[in-house]
């Protein structure tokens, strides 16, 4: 058979016969004409068909989303999009559709968000929604161009652990051979334990898993994170350092190798990142800045959601908050030396929300045994995570990027749902 | 601080001062000199340090695998490895090691495996488990630029999941919020029901899970699957196409890029695969092969694992094998149109084992609803799947390389626990 052209190399192709192979989106006819836009991964393309020939038999019956093998002639017309349409010639169906769960050949999806997401392998159809992750393939790609030039080795860590990051909570458990486990929460310790174990320098793409009943739309129980751990560093400024050079990198290049996407989507993401650095405050000063400003209290050691939104607002889109409670971070989360109530962390907010946790790690042995101690947890509980520190442990650092919400934040989607291929939520497990 | 030079860049640094930091690797005293081999990320440098002055004041005390940092200036010596050695000027102790499990610096860990993987952190230091893991980083890499290069896009698919592909065998339970879910055992489904959803070429690089109770050298319980799914093609034999090609770039690119690693394990990846196209034999003519040459019944519809390796030493080291019986297979598995007992399927063997199972997919509803029931499988419990192929589906195919067997393979390692960071086993759940 001859071989398969996609709709994005037409315009090349002016004055060639090929054929096309992807579904029917859109069907209309005119008297004895008949015109099929064919979607295939590279876009659409208009195929028309004139007259009534046995190579068309199967039109009359065309229904939108059919799966179909198109051959024709391509010819220029600057009406079309793309410059292009093609003079079918024959036309073969390869499968079927049946009656679709909702429209969704529309500019824009109309249906909500529950029937959207149940018949999720319909909704992706969309070019919004194909947009979306595409575009979400080029951000992680990037963060991993990055982080490898960075000198950062990809890891892959066990999902399936004796015991969580902070204790028992949020955590899903696992019958693990007549044992109980627990599903990974944050790959904190296994890269922390591969810097100490020599590569010094690790990032993963892997998921994590959050057994919490939040149902809000910027919740999921299983999502993407994003994660580095960086060795020989002694301050938590270094990786934010890394990660602002790192999100003007992925944004830039965005722009410029996801152009059809990001018209698609109205979304300029190098433009949500303020022109200079991003700003760098306490979280005292925060708490400060919203109260003076917006006569919010916020809670003790904490921002709230609309926390988040208000400091988006007053510094330019963005802001690494810094300089958090002992009691609002993990066992792991380093102190101060000179302020040992507060820890050398951070969290990044982008488009209103907190999108990356990051910060220094305590290195020493005694002192994590200590931390652990003094938050009512057992060292013993975490030997295998602690024996790590037994052996010569260089200072370090990292942080964990949600995909999804960094996503969200950069495509300005409303909902995280929309950033996840199959989101799981309190009420979703299917598809 | 001065800034930090690895140990790889001293070449280009002759004459220079360097601040260098790391393990102390080896060390050694021979009068009033002293031997430091300090270990980073980049390799190892040998420092000399000559007399007794004050900044070596901490040097007495020193112990295999403390963490410094070292001051010294470069010089050339071509009897050391790499053509240099540091003369010290100052050394600081950054974190005290305690005494070692096992001694790690040696040319070879001399321990039992079980010992090595209860102190990964400090095994993995080892050159030759460093080497591992750049090479298994690198091959995933070659992998997944492979793929984007073939139109593919890369995709993260829930891992939390409501039935297995296969019914309820071998699956880990989940607690999910109080209702009954699972591990994933590969993306199956999920990539499917993607090619189905417009996105056409999808790859994957995430963790699969399988609660079997083996215990043998190659065999985990949790690994990463290497996965594929096209669609648009019409046999599986396009999808082993694409994986020899996939196979041969990549293991040129570790031939290329991973010298230094390659040279420590003593492994030749290109070297390993036939220099003439992988042999393509269905699973009957195998079975003959097997028979004849060894006098080797194999297991009616499958190959033992002796008849893997007895099928790669006649075939020149790897071997495509095809054609499965239908009860051999999954329920998704096609079958040839006109031998409707086989299917248009294969596995791939190298290096003496299955590194890969692939094939053609049914791409179609009823003959998939059949299919399930076929095997005894209510298709109520599949139906978030079968339903994506009521709505217009392309014919596809595609494959499942595990990543940890890839990496034993082209390696030549013993036991594939070596290309896991953190094996999982019906023992092993920590560290």
């Given at each position: 058979m001859e071989q398969r052209a996609l709709t994005s190399e037409l315009g090349s192709r002016i004055g060639e016969r090929v054929r096309l192979a992807g579904w029917a989106w859109r069907l209309r006819r005119i008297g004895a004409i008949a015109f099929i836009v064919l979607r295939d991964r590279g876009g659409t393309v208009q195929v028309v068909f004139e007259g009534r020939r046995p190579e068309y038999a199967a039109i009359p019956s065309l229904c939108a989303e059919d799966v179909v093998s198109v051959s024709g002639t391509v010819r220029a017309d600057p009406r079309a999009p793309g410059g292009v349409e093609v003079s079918g010639e024959s036309l073969e169906v390869i499968s079927r559709a049946s009656p679709l769960p909702f429209e969704v050949n529309l500019p824009e999806v109309k249906s909500g968000l529950d029937l959207v997401l149940d018949n999720r392998v319909v909704a992706l159809r969309h070019p919004r929604a194909q947009a979306v992750f595409r575009a979400r393939a080029a951000l992680i790609g990037g963060f991993r161009r990055f982080s490898e030039a960075a000198g950062m080795l990809e890891i892959q860590t066990p999902k399936i652990v004796a015991t969580g990051t902070e204790g028992g909570a949020s955590l899903f458990a696992v019958d693990y051979l007549g044992r109980r486990a627990y599903l990974a929460q944050s790959p904190q310790f296994y890269k922390q334990m591969l810097v100490i174990a020599g590569f010094e320098r690790v990032f993963e793409v892997g998921p994590v898993y959050r057994a919490e009943p939040h149902n809000t739309?910027?919740?999921?129980?299983?999502?993407?994170?994003?994660?580095?751990?960086?060795?020989?560093?002694?301050?938590?400024?270094?990786?934010?350092?890394?990660?602002?050079?790192?999100?003007?990198?992925?944004?830039?290049?965005?722009?410029?190798?996801?152009?059809?996407?990001?018209?698609?989507?109205?979304?300029?993401?190098?433009?949500?990142?303020?022109?200079?650095?991003?700003?760098?405050?306490?979280?005292?000063?925060?708490?400060?800045?919203?109260?003076?400003?917006?006569?919010?209290?916020?809670?003790?050691?904490?921002?709230?959601?609309?926390?988040?939104?208000?400091?988006?607002?007053?510094?330019?889109?963005a802001a690494f908050v810094t300089d958090w409670p002992v009691a609002s971070r993990p066992a792991y989360a380093a102190p101060w030396e000179d302020r040992p109530e507060l820890t050398d962390s951070f969290d990044l907010l982008l488009g209103g929300m907190e999108v990356t946790t990051g910060g220094r790690r305590i290195s020493d042995y005694d002192q994590l045994v200590e931390s652990f101690r003094l938050r009512g947890l057992d060292p013993d509980d975490f030997g295998f995570y602690l024996d790590a520190f037994r052996y010569g442990t260089p200072p370090h650092a990292g942080l964990a990027i949600g995909a999804e919400r960094l996503t969200m934040a950069l495509l300005g989607l409303a909902n995280m749902r929309e950033a996840a291929y199959f989101p799981r939520d309190r009420d979703r497990l299917t598809p």
């Open positions: 739309s910027r919740h999921l129980n299983e999502f993407t994170s994003l994660d580095w751990e960086v060795g020989f560093v002694r301050r938590a400024a270094e990786v934010m350092d890394l990660e602002e050079r790192m999100l003007r990198e992925v944004a830039a290049e965005l722009d410029r190798r996801c152009t059809g996407e990001l018209s698609v989507l109205q979304a300029r993401p190098a433009a949500l990142l303020p022109r200079s650095e991003i700003p760098r405050l306490t979280l005292s000063e925060v708490h400060s800045l919203l109260e003076t400003r917006f006569g919010k209290v916020s809670p003790p050691g904490d921002l709230d959601p609309e926390g988040e939104r208000l400091t988006c607002e007053t510094t330019g889109g």
